[in-house]
């Protein structure tokens, strides 16, 4: 017999032996790609968990898995909770994305979220916050309030999601300060405190005193914090524990609302897949406390570019923009479209430096 | 008082039980860590021990724990044969991603082509591979005296590197929207090394097993396994015998290369099945403990490389039914590796009640 039969048999005869005692509680899992104690990525997506069980109480039921290595350990960690009796299963990485598909082929009758991915199957949805809007809105502060007018940025891997979040900033920064230069390091990693540290002191050393991140951990606020006169903002998560120092507002996901939305079209048996990306005015992306270090009139326009984001009546990569090798990509007015987006693989002009391949 | 005795020989029953007593104590006192979490310790520790192997989805686990263990003990019979010599390869990890990339390049560069031909070239790329990548610090120790622990150990960040770099450029998949990784090799048919992928066979357990027999063979019966002894036991008496070093030491890491190598091949071709930026997991550091768990022993590797594949798929069990945080399944396992240290100590000693007053 073939394991996919196998196992559906299996969690057919289960099924049906619990039947009675789990009729009435949906199991939804989760599986995490850091610990769920990053300060960052992990942490948001188990606060979304968290609200997942607030709001559905005793008639659901999660787990979740932490640390979970990207490739077989995470289609064994997935068909466990498959076979545990989860409904719905959330996965939370990028290179989560072909176990999740090989997994959900296996399950026909369990549903699958796989956050930033892009391929989706029948029973696999796909999710993800467009984290550029945020980028935008920290971009004008950094802009606005760097005296060296060097800006560092660590990157963690060069996919699109993180091109995309660098284009964004520094397109807002340049805006506001023609003398911009952006510092680019590759942390390759998402989460790893003493990389991510080192990169930021790099970046410090070099003379920039805004640092951005596109990585999990608060070690670049720390490293920031340390040096004295550097900014920083929060990534992923609020990381207000740093306000009074260097953070100066931060992009937030908010997983929590879609997470509840999912769960309960699964209770409801009203679950289909879909492709969402959602940004601030869904409300998955927010943005942290501007603090008072800003200046009064750059947090007010901040705000108002938030504001306009939010109705819609903005996007961040309006036209006239060129590519970094001077041709042209959006003419005036022109706004880009989300599948030049999704793929982006290039810098806009400006932005010095390579994208590593 | 209680006092250690040093033993005239190395006692061959403590050699023996050390493993096992190991495990008891980890148990023991990793279910005390459990229970101080608020944790019922006894179902900790059946859910990492028993359900893999006999529980309710044991159909499933069991495939798992060959598909866990077997780059684990490829690798740690490689590092076995120099470690027994002295000889210290820490790099495992290092190879195993070159041999993963050269073996992968080799069946990506037919692609889309069938023939029955690519997959055993592949293998030999794999090795190749790993074993070029090894023969960096073997040469250079050979050489010019430097230290192949710190060479091996630096060559596997190169390694990372290298790997994030091909998984960004020469080896990405041209249709995957520019995201990093390569093609999937369990969409190529003739670059695949799974066997049956519902019985958790693939091609690197053939290849493990094949290994274990060899390697017990090599020492027990083959005048290099000898020199291998020799050598870690009385280098002395191993130069008197005629052992040349440098070429023991260029077969140990060349051999142990080429395993890595081998192990990484099978695992991108099969359970992986791309080249990605976190194809590493540490296999080839968690394959260290491995060979020392199994005393440096093929059969004591084998049935290590099964205990800490055992532990993974438990440990993982245990975190998603009973929220055992990922950190402890990982104080866990380090408990193992503590305590077989620890209680090595009565290989060599024993424990004497001194009854004897001081005068």
């Known amino acids: 017999m073939k394991l996919t039969s196998l196992l559906t048999g299996a969690t057919l005869a289960l099924g049906l032996a619990a039947g009675g005692a789990w009729a009435d509680k949906t199991k939804v899992g989760f599986v995490y790609v850091g610990p769920v ?155 790893d405190p003493a990389k991510e540290a080192d990169a930021a002191k790099v970046l410090i050393e070099q003379g920039a005193d805004v640092i951005l991140q596109h990585t999990d951990s608060t070690a670049p606020l720390a490293a920031a914090s340390e040096a004295g006169n550097v900014i920083g903002f929060g990534q992923a998560s609020d990381m207000s524990e740093y306000a009074d120092g260097p953070r100066v507002s931060a992009i937030i996901d908010n997983w929590g609302p879609y997470y509840v939305e999912r769960t309960r079209a699964v209770m409801d048996g009203t679950w289909a897949s879909v492709n969402t990306w959602n940004g601030i005015g869904e409300g998955m992306v927010g943005i942290g406390e501007i603090t008072d270090r800003v200046p009064a009139d750059v947090k007010a326009e901040a705000l108002a570019m938030k504001d306009a984001i939010a109705a819609g009546d903005y996007h961040p990569f309006t036209g006239p923009l060129n590519k970094q090798d001077g041709s042209v990509w959006l003419k005036d007015g022109e706004t880009a479209d989300d599948g030049t987006l999704a793929g982006m693989g290039f810098y806009v002009e400006g932005i010095e430096g390579d994208i590593p391949n | 008082m209680i006092v250690l005795e040093k033993r005239p020989q190395p006692s061959r029953a403590w050699s023996l039980a050390t493993p096992l007593v190991a495990v008891l104590a980890t148990m023991v006192f990793g279910g005390l860590l459990f229970a101080v979490l608020g944790k019922n310790p006894v179902e900790a520790i059946r859910i990492i021990f028993y359900d893999p192997l006999f529980g309710e989805f044991a159909f499933y686990y069991r495939p798992q724990l060959l598909v866990k263990g077997a780059p684990l003990v490829l690798i740690a019979i490689g590092l076995s044969l120099g470690f027994k010599a002295g000889i210290w390869n820490i790099g495992a990890e290092g190879q195993y991603i070159i041999g993963a990339i050269t073996g992968a390049g080799v069946g990506l ?65 041209p249709d995957g929207f520019g995201f990093p990784g390569s093609r999937n090799l369990n969409d190529y048919a003739s670059a695949n090394s799974w066997i049956s992928q519902d019985a958790g066979m693939h091609w690197g357990v053939v290849a493990a097993m094949i290994a274990v027999i060899f390697s017990y063979i090599l020492l027990n019966r083959h005048m290099l396994g000898f020199h291998i002894r020799l050598t870690g036991e009385a280098p002395r008496a191993a130069k008197f015998a005629g052992v040349n070093p440098g070429r023991l030491i260029l077969f140990c890491l060349g051999a142990s290369g080429a395993l890595a190598g081998l192990a990484g091949l099978f695992e991108v071709a099969g ?53 055992l945080p990922a950190a402890a399944i990982q104080v866990f396992q380090g408990m193992l590796l503590f305590f077989l240290l620890a209680f090595d100590i009565l290989t060599n000693y024993r424990v004497r009640l001194n009854t004897r007053k001081v005068a």
């Not at chain 1, 069980?53 to 995470?74: C, I, N, R």
């Not at chain 1, 068909?79 to 176990?99: E, N």
């Open chain 1, 37 to 191: 104690g990053d300060g960052g990525w992990t942490y948001e997506h188990d606060k979304g968990r968290l609200a997942v069980e607030a709001e559905f109480g005793d008639k659901v039921e999660t787990v979740f898995v932490e640390s979970v290595a990207e490739g077989p350990d995470a289609e064994r960690v997935m068909t466990q909770m498959a076979l545990g009796g989860a409904k719905l299963i959330f996965t939370t990485s990028f290179g989560y994305m072909d176990p999740t598909i090989n997994v959900a082929k296996k399950f026909p009758n369990v549903k699958f979220e796989h956050a930033t991915g892009y391929k989706t199957a029948d029973n696999v949805s796909v999710y993800s916050a467009r984290f550029y809007q945020g980028c935008a809105i920290q971009g004008h502060i950094a802009g606005s309030m760097t005296k060296s007018n060097i800006i560092g940025y660590i990157g963690s891997f060069p996919i699109p999601e993180v091109i995309r979040g660098i284009n964004s900033a520094y397109i807002h920064a340049k805006k506001v300060n023609p003398d911009v230069r952006f510092k680019i390091v590759w942390a390759y990693t998402w989460f």
């Open chain 2, 109 to 173: 560069a037919f692609y889309p082509l069938e023939a029955w031909y690519i997959f055993p070239l592949m293998v030999i790329g794999g090795a190749l591979g790993g074993w070029a990548w090894a023969m960096i610090p073997a040469l250079l120790k050979v050489r010019f005296g430097t230290n192949e622990i710190l060479v091996s150990l630096m060559l596997v960040y190169v390694a990372e590197q290298l790997l994030a770099s091909m998984s960004l450029g020469l080896l990405k998949n």
């Open chain 2, 271 to 323: 359970p992986t099945g791309q080249i990605s930026i976190d194809f590493n997991v540490g296999y080839g550091f968690t394959a260290i403990i491995v060979a020392f768990l199994g005393r440096l022993h093929p059969v004591g590797i084998l049935l290590a490389g099964a205990l800490m594949a055992l532990t993974y798929i438990g440990g993982e069990i245990a975190q998603s039914q009973m929220g």
